[in-house]
């Protein structure tokens, strides 16, 4: 099983920001920290019986969280019985302008062995229309910096179609990048989200962003360019050297069981979905009335469970070993089979043997793919 501990501060808004954040104080920290703990109460007993595989603190911006609360919640995890005896990934978010020498120290002695930054991009005019903190300097200074700290596996996000991002200005990006010390990377392509800063202005930046040709581009451009740095394509959209690829994700996109703690973390646990409450103030409400924070959850029936496993397993560049995939989760109905005779007959999909992967064309079109399956 794994473990996900979403912090939910950030130190200003980026204009693109979906997420459920607050601003960082103190005051925002203790009340967290404090709920987090009674959550933790609530689910510890969980645990017993598994093993944990990965920890990832996710946000937010986890690398604002305080050292000392950061060992805290380490230390319950440690003293629990699911602590494995052999070292395994435990990931955290940062963002380059909060990373110093002290801090990265800090994480290497707390266990911390794999950071995650938000670098987005390596063009200061698009990192500034994206409303982030810092510039392309502070993201690859704080790459080598943690690097030197005695970081291996670091990794980084980058993003795609921004508006006003040229074809030149990515290929930038993606060239620089390909000379940092990372071993994984993650791109995203942005979606202009209600309830956003970018939201407002949809139709101006709408008309900025790049064609739809140039933005395959900028993903093909990406795809060979990594590959030749070594940092291969093995999920849609993440890119990783050898015996680097995130074991975290890869439970995701797997099914592995998580527990998802803090406001507006999802978890998914005996088949079952859940989400807790977004707002910090409700979720430490509920708390402290001994009241469970979950507020949305969902059990999908067999089939339409076996549906969004196989979707979400297609993912990964390697594919879905069919008969291991039956063995774990049950027989593929009739139905299910059909729809994938159907996409592997459009081309969507290709299978040697017993494995199924998605083809070119799905990769590109996975949207489409996930949307037939489920
Ligand atoms: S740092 Fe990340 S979570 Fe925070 S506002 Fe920016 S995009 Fe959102």
Same mark, same amino acid.
């Given at each position: 099983?794994?473990?996900?501990?979403?912090?939910?501060?950030?130190?200003?808004?980026?204009?693109?920001?979906?997420?459920?954040?607050?601003?960082?104080?103190?005051?925002?920290?203790?009340?967290?920290?404090?709920?987090?703990?009674?959550?933790?109460?609530?689910?510890?007993?969980?645990?017993?019986?598994?093993?944990?595989?990965?920890?990832?603190?996710?946000?937010?911006?986890?690398?604002?969280?305080? /050292?000392?609360?950061?060992?805290?919640?380490?230390?319950?995890?440690?003293?629990?019985?699911?602590?494995?005896?052999?070292?395994?990934?435990?990931?955290?978010?940062?963002?380059?302008?909060?990373?110093?020498?002290?801090?990265?120290?800090?994480?290497?002695?707390?266990?911390?062995?794999?950071?995650?930054?938000?670098?987005?991009?390596?063009?200061?005019?698009?990192?500034?229309?994206?409303?982030?903190?810092?510039?392309?300097?502070?993201?690859?200074?704080?790459?080598?910096?943690?690097?030197?700290?005695?970081?291996?596996?670091?990794?980084?996000?980058?993003?795609?179609?921004?508006?006003?991002?040229?074809?030149?200005?990515?290929?930038?990006?993606?060239?620089?990048?390909?000379?940092?010390?990372?071993?994984?990377?993650?791109?995203?392509?942005?979606?202009?989200?209600?309830?956003?800063?970018?939201?407002?202005?949809?139709?101006?930046?709408?008309?900025?962003?790049?064609?739809?040709?140039?933005?395959?581009?900028?993903?093909?451009?990406?795809?060979?360019?990594?590959?030749?740095?070594?940092?291969?394509?093995?999920?849609?959209?993440?890119?990783?050297?050898?015996?680097?690829?995130?074991?975290?994700?890869?439970?995701?996109?797997?099914?592995?069981?998580?527990?998802?703690?803090?406001?507006?973390?999802?978890?998914?646990?005996?088949?079952?979905?859940?989400?807790?409450?977004?707002?910090?103030?409700?979720?430490?409400?509920?708390?402290?009335?001994?009241?469970?924070?979950?507020?949305?959850?969902?059990?999908?029936?067999?089939?339409?469970?076996?549906?969004?496993?196989?979707?979400?397993? /297609?993912?990964?560049?390697?594919?879905?070993?069919?008969?291991?995939?039956?063995?774990?989760?049950?027989?593929?109905?009739?139905?299910?089979?059909?729809?994938?005779?159907?996409?592997?007959?459009?081309?969507?999909?290709?299978?040697?043997?017993?494995?199924?992967?998605?083809?070119?064309?799905? /990769?590109?079109?996975?949207?489409?793919?996930?949307?037939?399956?489920?």
């Amino acid at each position: 099983m794994s473990l996900y501990i979403h912090v939910p501060f950030c130190s200003k808004k980026c204009h693109y920001c979906h997420f459920y954040v607050i601003p960082q104080n103190s005051s925002h920290h203790d009340l967290y920290f404090h709920s987090l703990k009674l959550e933790w109460e609530r689910i510890e007993e969980r645990l017993n019986g598994h093993k944990i595989s990965s920890i990832y603190f996710g946000g937010g911006t986890p690398s604002l969280l305080p /050292l000392n609360q950061l060992e805290q919640i380490l230390s319950w995890c440690k003293a629990s019985t699911a602590w494995p005896e052999k070292t395994f990934e435990i990931t955290l978010e940062a963002n380059p302008e909060d990373l110093t020498k002290e801090k990265l120290e800090a994480y290497q002695n707390l266990g911390i062995n794999r950071l995650s930054m938000g670098v987005q991009c390596l063009d200061d005019a698009l990192l500034e229309t994206l409303g982030r903190q810092h510039d392309s300097k502070k993201a690859i200074d704080a790459v080598y910096l943690a690097r030197e700290e005695g970081f291996e596996n670091i990794s980084i996000d980058l993003m795609y179609d921004l508006p006003g991002q040229s074809l030149q200005s990515w290929k930038h990006s993606i060239d620089q990048a390909c000379l940092l010390p990372i071993k994984h990377l993650s791109l995203y392509n942005l979606t202009i989200e209600p309830h956003t800063a970018f939201y407002k202005k949809r139709v101006e930046l709408q008309a900025k962003r790049p064609s739809d040709q140039d933005s395959l581009q900028m993903l093909e451009y990406a795809v060979e360019k990594l590959g030749e740095a070594e940092l291969h394509r093995y999920e849609i959209s993440a890119f990783a050297r050898e015996g680097y690829i995130s074991q975290h994700n890869s439970g995701y996109w797997t099914g592995r069981p998580f527990l998802g703690l803090g406001p507006s973390a999802f978890s998914y646990w005996e088949k079952k979905r859940y989400r807790n409450v977004a707002k910090l103030h409700a979720y430490a409400r509920h708390l402290e009335n001994e009241e469970s924070p979950i507020d949305f959850s969902e059990e999908l029936e067999e089939e339409a469970s076996l549906r969004e496993l196989l979707a979400i397993h /297609l993912r990964l560049l390697e594919g879905v070993d069919l008969p291991a995939f039956e063995k774990r989760w049950g027989n593929l109905p009739l139905t299910i089979k059909q729809d994938i005779e159907r996409l592997l007959k459009e081309a969507y999909m290709k299978q040697s043997e017993e494995k199924l992967q998605l083809s070119e064309q799905g /990769l590109l079109y996975y949207d489409h793919v996930a949307s037939e399956l489920i």
